[in-house]
């Protein structure tokens, strides 16, 4: 059906994230990353830490290195305790559909930052791939400090003309720079990749503000724009609001409908209706669970979703037998878009296999260390035999990922 979710044939995926030198995670290097990846671990184990990792990120492309530092505060506050050089993040993603009619080789994009005369700076920043099954990867872009090179065209290659193109300032992103030229098609991919993350800090006291009308197509971070995506489910994607409220009505007993009410003075109040009463109520007197599950289906329903979605701690205000409903709602969901979830809770990860679960830990020196659950030992034997990973998880049959 035309109205309901637009499915990409081969969304683009991030395969392997490797971080040096940032917060706790000194050298942390995760491997074979799943469309749906979920984070656990005690509290301090480092979690929220990668969690920051593609927000980081995501900040330096659309605000710039120097705001995203300073939103986190010092440059010194970034670096691994006890640690100097530089920070480095690695991220290795193939691009979604084809590219000269064959599936994408993997992309690997490097940024190492440092602080010279009191300021972050790119110390380097490169890309490279390698088209076919065989051969030695390449770099197409390579920068330090402002001064390099790239690579243009569709498809380059390594006897391809190099062109020297200088930056404005040293703190510059060469991606985010030369990735809105035309004749940069895969750098331009990688930054649009990146500027299209989207992580999600839902809170359920902002779900409930009241905002000026108008249809907005993504939810927002935090859901304060939950009624007016709503109004927009409702004019351009009808079929989609349906799915989700059915989704919704199985999963809160006696919840009947939901709609955004335009007010006289220009705003959009959200209201909720219970089947057995004749009028619904406004949703600042709804439940926490039901505002946060609503505005989670929401996101997971997107029509255009983000390539890459950041979940943080869902559990929060959800009874414990909709977590493993919402993980299947997430596992549905991340056939379009990547996902990332960090979680405490064991209920959420009952849905999950040993392969999509990764626990967190911090080791004697004080910086983290993850574990794939289908690495740790009798882990994927007992799965085998019908237990389930939260079970396995609070037996402390895990070796990591408890405090």
Known sequence: MADTQARATSPARIEQVTIGNFRSLQQVEFKGITPLTVLLGANGSGKSTFFDVFAFLSDCFSEGLRRAVDKRGKFSDLRS???????????????????????PGLVRYHLAIDEAEGRPVVASEWMHWKRGSFGKPFRFLDYRFGLGSVISGELPEQDDTRRDLPLAAPDVLAVSTLGQLADNPRVRSLRDFIVGWHLSYLSTSDTRVVPEAGPQEHLSRTGNNLANVIQYFSERHPMVLERVFTALRRRIPKLESVQPVSLPTGHLLLTVKDAPFAEGVQARYVSDGTLKMLAYLIQLNDPSPPPFLGIEEPENFLHPRLLRELAEECEVAARRMQMVVTTHSPFFIDALTPAQVWALRRNAMGYTEAVRASQMAGVPEQIAAGATLGQLWTEGFFEAGNP
């Open 81 to 103: 305790r006890g640690q100097t050089g530089p920070i480095t993040f690695e991220v290795a993603y193939r691009e979604g559909g084809q590219i000269g009619g064959v599936r």
